[in-house]
């Protein structure tokens, strides 16, 4: 459900996401977090790998693995000699970088997300490690914060789910959600969400959100899948409204 995200496209003819130990997508996870939540601006640099490495209790080499991941997702760039700076636009941007994300139809785009979504948390849930739920969580703790401001609630939630589909460790469907990730940025989601996602629903949303984070830390499927169709009947919903 949203109109912006965490840039995690490729240009056309790039490799697919690479799988990567679970300490370095720790990393990953934590420091994409945190340039969502606007922790680190626009342009601002980020700490060095040195005070990275420090922060988060891992090896400096594990922090530039993490980092050259985040580089090829668009998040940051490397300046040889000056450091790593946040590329991110928090504002969103409804123009995307695949033709094929372009072109497709919120029809179509329900149609996929049906299918891959229930499948994610399923796989998620036999996959992630405790470390990864944690970070989970602390994207959660962020979306519980928000009160009013759609668009910083829409950023964090398309972050949960890009945790998600990351913890598959999958990296072929991790693939085919980054393109479903591009796809949810176009300007038709931007403006129905505009008009919907009033901060009464945005409440409705955090309950529900904490209850899905709570089936996946319970390793709960059953539960966990339930409420990935549940939020797809209820996106399908809002959409038929717009028509």
Do not use: W
């Amino acid at each position: 459900m949203q109109d912006v995200t965490i840039p995690t496209r490729r240009p056309t003819g790039a490799s697919a996401e690479p799988v990567v130990g679970s300490t370095v997508q720790y990393v990953i996870d934590t420091l994409a977090m945190r340039i969502v939540a606007q922790e680190y601006g626009t342009d601002e640099r980020l700490p060095s790998e040195r005070q990275l490495a420090q922060d988060l209790g891992v090896a400096r080499n594990t922090v530039r693995e993490a980092l050259d991941q985040l580089e090829a997702r668009g998040m940051i760039r490397r300046r040889a000699g000056s450091g790593s700076f946040v590329t991110y636009d928090a504002g969103g941007s409804s123009e995307s970088l695949s033709p094929v994300a372009a072109e497709t139809g919120p029809l179509h785009l329900q149609v996929v997300r049906s299918i891959l979504e229930p499948e994610m948390v399923r796989l998620a849930i036999i996959n992630m490690s405790p470390r990864r739920i944690e970070a989970l969580g602390e994207t959660l703790s962020q979306m519980e914060a928000v009160q009013t401001d759609a668009n910083a609630f829409v950023r964090l939630e398309e972050e949960f789910h890009r945790q998600i589909a990351s913890g598959t460790d999958n990296p072929l469907l991790i693939a085919c959600y980054n393109l479903v990730i591009d796809a949810r940025r176009q300007a038709f989601r931007a403006a129905m969400y505009r008009r919907h996602l009033t901060p009464n629903r945005i409440a409705i949303y955090q309950r529900s959100y904490n209850a899905l984070f709570n089936a996946i830390a319970a390793r709960d499927i059953e539960e966990a899948t339930e409420f990935m169709k549940l939020a797809l009947i209820e996106d399908q919903r809002l959409l038929l409204q717009e028509d």
